[in-house]
């Protein structure tokens, strides 16, 4: 029987996200056995630093690259987890200089304009640990957690404000690199492709947001399109999209960010970087 080994982190949520992935993928191969390895990343190991000034790109993911170079998320929103004393409430309704605990500059980038009343502050550790802090310490009067990652644990009952493109959009495949206060969201409306993307100073002051469109045949291939089986294109497989949308879709990232460079993204962010260096 051929043996697939599938590599994930330690942490409690990584293994349910990989149980689960692999419980899926043993109904569409019965065939295969499939073996779980679990690694310690260098976002796992460095705990005692904010993880914008350990200065690495896929912190929670690089090891796991490299290991496959060597031989899903579900919802993609960010979610609002509030001190038992504040249930019921929501960021606009918290009291002035409520301290939100986020690792994460894209987040508190964009929620930094749009709740000037609120401060935030880095938070590091597991799930488990960042809901132990926020229940025990008394520093946060909420923190901010990936909506996929509640859901998974079984903690939706503590997901108070579920935060929509509005209010905070969501990282480019969570590989953005957590120094870099840069965000999208994408729609899919009519056969029309939406891809707003967005970049921040860190204090969400500045700001540059533009949306761009593109035509993609969601509905089946055309018979130029190419056979429909898996197609790998930026490193994602897609089941059954044609490949003249796949094409598409990569373009229209492509030029949204040369258009958002044109418009000055880059000199936002490297002063942002400056800043976060300097901190």
């Known amino acids: 029987m051929r043996v697939i080994r599938v590599g994930t982190r330690k942490s409690q949520l ?14 569409y191969y019965p065939g295969l056995q499939f073996e779980i390895v679990a690694m310690s990343t260098t976002g796992d190991k460095i705990l005692d630093t904010a993880l914008s000034k350990i200065g690495e790109k896929s912190l929670f993911t690089k090891e796991l690259e490299q290991a496959l170079e060597r031989n899903e998320r579900e919802s993609p929103y960010d ?10 409430k929501t960021l606009a309704t918290l009291p002035e200089k409520s301290v939100v605990g986020t690792s994460s500059l894209r987040r508190a980038a964009q929620l930094q304009r749009k709740f000037p009343h609120l401060e935030f502050k880095s938070i590091r550790g ?12 008394q520093e946060f009067s909420a923190i901010i957690l990936a909506a996929a990652g509640l859901q998974r644990l079984g903690w939706q009952s503590r997901l108070g404000q ?26 899919v409306r009519d056969g029309q492709l939406y891809l707003t993307g967005g970049v921040w100073s860190l204090d969400g002051s500045d700001s540059l947001r533009e949306t761009m469109q593109t035509g993609v045949a969601v509905g089946g291939a055309q018979p130029e399109d190419g056979p429909e089986d898996d197609v790998q294109r930026a490193g994602i497989t ?6 003249a949308a796949q094409v598409a879709a990569e373009d229209l990232g492509a030029g949204l960010a040369a258009l958002l460079l044109a418009k000055g993204a880059g000199a936002i962010l490297h002063v942002a970087r400056q800043l976060n260096d300097a901190r």
């Open 14 to 27: 990584a293994r349910i996200q990989t149980d689960s992935v692999v419980a899926m993928l043993k109904t």
């Open 79 to 88: 979610a609002v987890v509030f001190h038992p004393k504040h249930v019921g």
């Open 126 to 137: 597991n799930l488990n640990t960042r809901l132990r802090k926020l229940d025990e310490l």
């Open 162 to 187: 579920l935060l929509l493109p509005e209010d905070c959009m969501y990282a480019v495949g969570q590989e953005g690199g957590c120094s870099v206060p840069v965000a999208v969201h994408t729609a």
């Open 238 to 243: 897609a089941r059954n999209v044609p490949r």
